[in-house]
C-alpha cells in the first residue's frame, strides 16, 4: 500500500463516523428548531380561536387555503382534560384543495368557552417533509465528504510529494541498486532530520553489505585459488597409481571412481574461481564477436553429446550477430544455457533456439515453473536433478556474465515451456 | 633430455619428478627463485617448467632473465594464476606453452613431449608410434605412408591417445578432454563409443599396428597391436 493511500484511508476512517454523527445531530436540532417555530404558531393561532370562542365573535374560516385548519368541536369533561395542556404530533392531513396528504403539525388542546362547555381545538399547519430534510442533509453531506476528501487527496498528494521527495529518491536508488556493483553514494540532500537519518542508515548498511560482499567474494576466491594445487596433486597421484602399480580390476574400478569425484571436485572449483573472476572484473578484452557461429557449434556438440536423449534442436538465427564481448565468455554464456536446456530437457522433445533482434532465447519443454526467483542462486538445483554431476553453476555464471555486461538475463514459463531470454543492449 | 622443475610445492614437484623420470627424463628441480635463478645460471636444459609465484622472486623474472641472456631454452610456465593477464605476460615474455594448475601429469608430459619436438624438428611436428604417423598442426594422419581421413572428433580422440600411449584413459576424462565443456553434465557416453568405433574401424581398414583397447569397460589405453 502507498503511503498517500495510506494516509487517505486512516483519515476517510476517522472522518466518516465524524461526519455520520454530526449528520444526525445536524438533523435532530433543525427539526428541533422548526417545530418549536411551528408550535408556538401553532399556540398564538389557538389562543386566538380560544378568544373569539370565548367572547363569541366570529370565529376565522375552519381552513385558510392551504395553510392552517381546525376543527372545534364539544367532548365530554374527561376527554377534555388530557388535552387542558396542548400536545403537539406530526401528522399526514388531507387537504382536499390539493387533493393530497401532506405532512402537518398538529396540535390538540381543550378548553372551557364562555358557558363552561368542553371544546376540543385541533390545529393543523403544513409543515416540512421530515424525510425530503434528512435526503437533502444526507447529500450535501456526501458531497461536503467527497469534497473534503478531493481535497485532501490534492493537498496530501501534492504536499507529501513534495516533502517526501528525498525518501522517494532513495527508494528509486535502492530499486536499482545491485549488490557487489560500485554505486554512487545515497542521495542526501534533505534538511528534514528524519530522512536524513534514514539516508544516512541506508549509506551505512549497503556500505557494510559491499564492505562483506566484497569479502565473502574474495573468501570464495582465494579458497578455490588455495585448493587448486592440493586437488591437483591428489588426482595425480591417482593417476600415478593407475598407471603405474598395476592395479587388479576392483582397485582400478575404486581409482576411477575416486578420479571422477576429483575431477568434480577440480571442476567445481575452477568454476567457483571463474566466477569470482567475473564477478572482480578480470575478463579478457572485447572484440567484436558473432554469436551466430558460436551459437551453431555450440548445439552441433551438444546435439552429439546428448544424442542418446533423442532431442531435436531448432535453431532460427540471423546471418549474424555482433555484439561487443570477450569471445571465450560469449561462449560459455552461448552453452551454460544451451547445455541448460539439453539436460534437464526431456528425452524426446524440442529445443528451440532463438538468435536475433539483439537477443538469444532459448525454450525447452517442462512440465511446471521453476523458482525464477533462485534459478540463478549459485548451487540451487531443481527437485528433478538432485543427482546431477553438473556443478549447478552455469545459470549463475549466465548471471554473471549478463552482470558484468549490463545485459539483461530473464526467466519466463509459459505454455509448458521454459524460456531464457537475453538481452544483448 | 634434461628438463628444469621450477615449482615451490613439495608434492606437486615430486609427482611431476616422478612423471617426466618415468618417461626417461633427466630431472633437476629448484623449490625457489634463488635456487632456480642459480640452476638457469649455471646449467642449459632442454625444457624448463615454470611456477610464477616462487618464494623470493616471480617466475617471469627467470623468464625475462633467460630471454635476455638470448637462451634457446623451452619454457612451459606452470601456474595457479590462470588469469588472462597472466597468460598473455608469459607467453609474450617468450614462453612456449601455459599449462594452468590444476593439471593432470600424462598433460604435462604431453605438452613437454611436444615442446622439445618443436624444438628439435624446427616446426616439424608428427607424433608417431608404430607405423602411424599424426601432425597436430596440419591435422594429417598417415598410416604407413599413406593418408587417412578422419573427421575431426576422430582425430581429437587418436591425438589424446597418442599423446598418452600406453596410458589408461578413462572415457569420463576422454570426454571432457575432447569434447570440452559440453560434456561434463553428460551421464550417458554413447557419443564416446560412436567415436571410438568409427576410429577403430578406420585403423583397422588402414592396417595400422596400434590398437585402442578397452579396459574393463570405463576406459581405453592405446597400445601396439600384439598381432606378430
Known amino acids: 500500500m502507498k503511503l498517500t493511500t495510506r494516509i487517505l484511508l486512516v483519515l476517510t476512517a476517522w472522518l466518516l463516523p465524524l461526519m455520520v454523527l454530526w449528520a444526525t445531530f445536524f438533523c435532530y436540532t433543525l427539526t428541533r428548531e422548526i417545530n418549536a417555530e411551528v408550535d408556538e404558531a401553532l399556540e398564538e393561532y389557538a389562543s386566538l380561536i380560544k378568544d373569539r370562542c370565548c367572547e363569541g365573535r366570529q370565529l376565522p374560516a375552519l381552513n385558510s387555503g392551504s395553510n392552517n385548519s381546525y376543527t372545534l368541536q364539544p367532548v365530554e369533561e374527561h376527554v377534555a382534560r388530557r388535552y387542558l395542556e396542548p400536545m403537539f404530533r406530526d401528522e399526514e392531513v388531507y387537504i382536499p384543495e390539493k387533493g393530497e396528504d401532506e405532512p402537518a403539525r398538529v396540535m390538540t388542546v381543550a378548553f372551557q368557552d364562555g358557558e363552561g362547555r368542553y371544546l376540543l381545538l385541533e390545529l393543523a399547519t403544513p409543515t416540512f417533509e421530515k424525510d425530503d430534510l434528512i435526503e437533502t442533509v444526507l447529500w450535501s453531506l456526501v458531497s461536503l465528504f467527497a469534497i473534503l476528501i478531493i481535497v485532501v487527496i490534492v493537498v496530501a498528494t501534492l504536499s507529501m510529494r513534495r516533502t517526501l521527495q528525498p525518501l522517494y529518491a532513495l527508494l528509486k536508488w535502492l530499486d536499482g541498486y545491485i549488490p557487489g556493483s560500485r554505486h554512487v553514494c545515497v542521495p542526501n540532500d534533505t534538511d528534514i532530520t528524519e530522512l536524513r537519518k534514514l539516508n544516512e542508515a541506508a549509506q551505512s548498511a549497503v556500505d557494510r553489505s559491499e564492505a562483506m560482499f566484497d569479502a565473502q567474494k574474495q573468501f570464495i576466491g582465494n579458497a578455490s585459488h588455495e585448493l587448486q594445487t592440493p586437488l591437483a596433486v591428489i588426482s595425480n597421484r591417482v593417476e600415478h597409481l593407475i598407471n603405474y602399480t598395476n592395479p587388479t580390476e576392483q582397485q582400478l574400478e575404486e581409482l576411477v571412481k575416486i578420479d571422477h569425484s576429483l575431477r568434480h571436485s577440480i571442476r567445481l572449483n575452477r568454476t567457483l574461481l571463474q566466477l569470482a573472476r567475473i564477478d572482480s572484473g578480470e575478463v579478457a578484452a572485447s572484440e567484436d564477436v558473432d554469436l551466430v557461429p558460436i551459437l551453431e557449434e555450440v548445439v552441433e556438440s551438444c546435439n552429439e553429446i546428448y544424442a542418446a536423449k533423442g532431442m531435436k534442436c531448432v535453431v532460427t538465427a540471423d546471418e549474424h550477430l555482433y555484439i561487443y564481448v570477450s569471445e571465450s565468455l560469449a561462449r560459455i554464456l552461448i552453452l551454460n544455457l544451451v547445455k541448460n536446456a539439453f539436460v534437464h530437457g526431456m528425452e524426446g522433445s524440442v529445443i528451440e533456439v532463438r538468435l536475433g533482434d539483439g537477443m538469444l532465447k532459448v525454450s525447452n519443454v517442462g512440465d511446471k515453473p521453476l523458482d525464477g526467483a533462485r534459478l540463478f542462486d549459485r548451487f540451487y538445483t531443481f527437485a528433478s536433478h538432485e543427482a546431477g554431476t553438473g556443478t549447478g553453476l552455469g545459470l549463475a555464471i549466465v548471471k554473471s556474465i549478463c552482470d558484468h555486461y549490463g545485459y539483461n538475463v530473464r526467466y519466463g514459463y509459459a505454455v509448458q515451456h521454459h524460456t531464457f531470454t537475453v538481452e544483448f543492449n | ?228
Open chain 2, 1 to 228: 633430455m634434461k628438463i628444469l622443475i621450477i615449482e615451490d610445492e613439495p608434492s606437486l614437484r615430486e609427482l611431476i619428478e616422478r612423471a617426466l623420470v618415468n618417461e626417461g627424463y633427466v630431472v633437476e628441480s629448484a623449490a625457489d627463485y634463488i635456487a632456480a635463478e642459480t640452476k638457469v645460471a649455471g646449467y642449459n636444459y632442454d625444457c624448463i617448467l615454470l611456477d610464477i609465484m616462487l618464494p623470493g622472486g616471480s617466475g617471469l623474472d627467470i623468464l625475462k632473465r633467460l630471454r635476455d641472456m638470448s637462451r634457446r631454452e623451452n619454457v612451459i610456465i606452470i601456474s595457479a594464476r590462470d588469469s588472462v593477464d597472466d597468460r598473455v605476460a608469459g607467453l609474450e615474455l617468450g614462453a612456449d606453452d601455459y599449462l594452468p594448475k590444476p593439471f593432470h601429469m600424462s598433460e604435462l608430459v604431453a605438452r613437454v613431449r611436444s615442446v622439445l619436438r618443436r624444438g628439435k624438428t624446427g616446426g616439424q611436428l608428427t607424433i608417431d608410434m608404430g607405423n602411424i604417423s599424426l601432425d597436430p598442426a596440419s591435422r594429417i594422419v598417415t598410416i604407413a605412408g599413406s593418408r587417412v581421413e578422419l573427421l575431426k572428433k576422430e582425430f581429437d580422440v587418436l591425438l589424446y591417445f597418442m599423446q598418452r600411449p600406453n596410458h589408461l584413459v578413462d572415457k569420463v576424462v576422454l570426454a571432457e578432454a575432447v569434447w570440452g565443456d559440453y560434456a561434463d553434465e553428460s551421464d550417458n557416453f554413447h557419443f564416446v563409443y560412436a567415436q571410438i568405433k568409427n576410429l577403430r574401424r578406420k585403423l583397422d581398414e588402414a592396417g595400422a599396428d596400434i590398437m585402442i583397447r578397452s579396459v574393463y569397460g570405463f576406459g581405453y589405453k592405446l597400445t601396439l597391436s600384439d598381432k606378430e
